[in-house]
């Protein structure tokens, strides 16, 4: 999915993960402020309002994404919606409960009918983390947005690619072959998106999710180590070479 505004611009991330209804778990929503204050869709699917100022998205894969607090927004009973329409104006509306201090969206995750933690999805090319109600963040590649701080929506990871990692800023080598033993061939920015052809077990490393010998041929043709990308999916994203 992509954040919930247009692709290319920065919001503030004004509440970290937190619950539907503010402490409570699990922790699947977000507040996002400011930008052109437009609400769209994060990505593509029938759309529903809830109520005044609440609308849900049913996506794909037993998804659903819901936006609260929006003014002037779409009144729809199953319409279509692509990826990136309009849905309303970030606001502080609360006919359905709840509490809004200053105008945001209240952006939340559901799967197979219920809330799910927001954490370890990445929206936006953003990977969400949890901390105690409202606190956390997100990273993107290396880098590090806390509370806030700006989300620049780089928009939809594709199902088989992936997020530079390098545990630290700096570059990611690339490999004629799955390990450190093949020639280098070129290397990756932290934060560059890499689409997989398919992957093979090599030498082994640590990143920050840990240390694997899974490695991942690009769609260039070169290799690049699994402990340095972050697919959500802990093992081959397109099967084996």
Not at 9 to 33: M, V, Y
Not at 131 to 155: D, F
Not at 193 to 211: D, F, L, M, Q
Request: charged letters at 10%.
């Amino acid at each position: 999915m992509a954040l919930p505004f247009t692709i290319g611009q920065t919001w503030t991330l004004s509440g970290g993960p937190h619950g539907w209804g503010g402490g409570e778990t699990p922790f699947s929503s977000i507040d996002l402020a400011g930008g052109d204050q437009v609400v769209r869709a994060a990505r593509g699917g029938t759309a529903y309002t809830m109520c005044q100022g609440w609308i849900r998205v049913i996506h794909d894969r037993g998804y659903s994404t819901d936006y609260y607090h929006l003014w002037s927004s779409i009144s729809v009973n199953g319409a279509a919606v692509a990826q990136g329409a309009y849905l309303g104006y970030t606001g502080t509306d609360v006919t359905c409960g709840g509490a809004a201090s200053g105008r945001h969206v209240h952006f939340a995750l559901r799967q197979n009918s219920a809330y799910v933690p927001i954490s370890d999805h990445a929206i936006g090319k953003w990977v969400f983390v949890g901390g105690a109600a409202y606190q956390g963040g997100a990273r993107h590649g290396s880098a590090w947005a806390g509370v806030g701080s700006g989300l620049y929506n780089y928009g939809v990871l594709g199902f088989t690619q992936g997020i530079v990692d390098a545990n630290g800023g700096g570059t990611l080598t690339r490999r004629a072959g799955p390990g450190t033993g093949y020639a280098a061939l070129g290397s990756l920015a932290d934060g560059a998106t890499v689409s997989i052809s398919c992957s093979a077990n090599g030498t082994t490393h640590t990143g920050r999710y840990g240390a694997t010998a899974l490695w991942n041929r690009l769609t260039d043709g070169s290799w690049v180590s699994d402990a340095f990308l972050w697919t959500g999916v802990n093992g081959a994203v397109n099967g084996w070479c």
